[in-house]
């Protein structure tokens, strides 16, 4: 599985982003796709991320300002990012999971820098 993530900038405090992960290769059973973030000097963190059941979960800072949602067409998921904050300010990487009987299978993408001026 190979994960490509866009969508990443530069804006000012209270604009938004839509953030793109597109899925190529055995993508039949990803089973979860999400967005973590990492800012400088800080661990890796759950954005949101959404089971092929539509099944949703989000950070707590993330509830009200940001929606995650997939074409399941163009293998995609998105991550709408509103109300933009300078502490939101990370790179953000898109993740994939399998799940088997025996493990987790986990796949990462590049990441990609969203900026929040004050």
């Known amino acids: 599985v190979q994960l490509q993530a866009s969508g990443g900038g530069l804006v000012q405090a209270g604009g938004c982003l839509r953030l793109?992960?597109?899925?190529?290769?055995?993508?039949?059973?990803?089973?979860?796709m999400g967005w973590y973030r990492q800012a400088p000097g800080k661990q890796r963190e759950l954005v949101a991320g959404m089971t092929n059941g539509a099944i949703t979960n989000y950070a707590n800072s993330a509830k009200g300002r940001f929606t995650i949602s997939r074409d399941n067409a163009k293998n995609t998921v998105y991550l709408q990012t509103n109300s933009l904050k300078p502490e939101d300010t990370a790179v953000y990487y898109c993740h994939a999971e399998q799940w088997t009987a025996w493990k987790t299978n986990t796949y990462w993408g590049q990441g990609t820098q969203v900026t929040v001026s004050s």
């Open positions: 793109s992960c597109a899925a190529s290769g055995s993508i039949i059973s990803i089973n979860y």
